[in-house]
């Protein structure tokens, strides 16, 4: 079965950039969409299709698949992105969605 | 204004029935395909099972397979989740989501709703 892989945890200072990775056989093939996930809260999606962004979510998130490695980026991240952030495929050979473990993002 | 509102979870025993659903609002339900994803305790996310906009497909994550059964009900706007031969394990808190894309779908999420509490135990 397909499987993604994320860093347990990224840390990053207030107003720099985080990249959060999701690895996969040939991820890049695939379309990847991510979640945020506040503690208590359901999750919410930020980014679908490797880079589009829905309404609503601001500019600084983007994201960018290539080859075996899928990148959610956050630029000039605020205390309020602190949340577990997941990447999500559809495997079409089990017809099956696979999530990512999750990464924690914390803001130092 | 969207709106999926789960209901259903609680304490069961192992080896027990329990039927989860999803009363949804704001879209127009029977266009959409729609999800069940579970969050086990300080756990990731675990996607169940995916239903067409019409109910005439359906697809299960193998853990659950042959064990829960979704369904939905398109003029009551309803979407559920049976889950026989409980365990342990199925402890979670149970998410229904729209998926983003209407008709045979893109399978990914938007939106979710908040959520409903399953707990197995004796």
């Known amino acids: 079965s397909y499987v993604l892989t994320q860093p347990p945890s990224v840390s990053v200072a207030p107003g720099e950039t985080a990249r959060l990775t999701c690895g996969g056989d040939?991820?890049?093939?695939?379309?990847v969409h991510w979640y945020q996930q506040k503690p208590g809260q359901a999750p919410v999606l930020v980014i679908n299709?490797?880079?589009d962004r829905p309404s609503g979510i601001p500019e600084r998130f983007s994201g960018s698949n290539s080859g075996n490695t899928a990148t959610l980026t956050i630029s000039r991240v605020e205390a309020g992105d602190e949340a577990d952030y997941y990447c999500?495929?559809?495997?079409?050979?089990?017809?099956?969605?696979?999530f990512g473990g999750g990464t924690t993002l914390t803001v130092l | 204004q969207l709106q999926l509102v789960e209901s259903g979870g609680g304490v069961v025993q192992p080896g027990r029935s329990l039927r989860l659903s999803c009363a949804v609002s704001?879209?127009?339900?029977?266009?959409?395909?729609m999800h069940w994803v579970r969050q086990a305790p300080g756990k990731g996310l675990e996607w169940m099972a995916f239903i067409l906009y019409d109910g005439s497909n359906e697809y299960y994550a193998n853990s659950v397979k042959g064990r829960f059964a979704i369904s939905r009900n398109n003029s009551k706007n309803t979407l559920y989740l049976q889950m026989n031969s409980l365990r342990a394990e199925d402890t979670a808190v149970y998410y229904c989501?729209?998926?983003?894309?209407f008709g045979l779908g893109g399978k990914w999420f938007d939106p979710w709703g908040q959520g409903t509490l399953v707990t197995v135990s004796s």
């Open positions: 989501a729209r998926d983003g894309l």
């Open positions: 704001g879209f127009t339900f029977r266009t959409y395909g």
């Open positions: 040939n991820i890049g093939r695939k379309p």
């Open positions: 999500q495929v559809w495997d079409t050979s089990s017809d099956h969605v696979v």
């Open positions: 299709y490797d880079n």
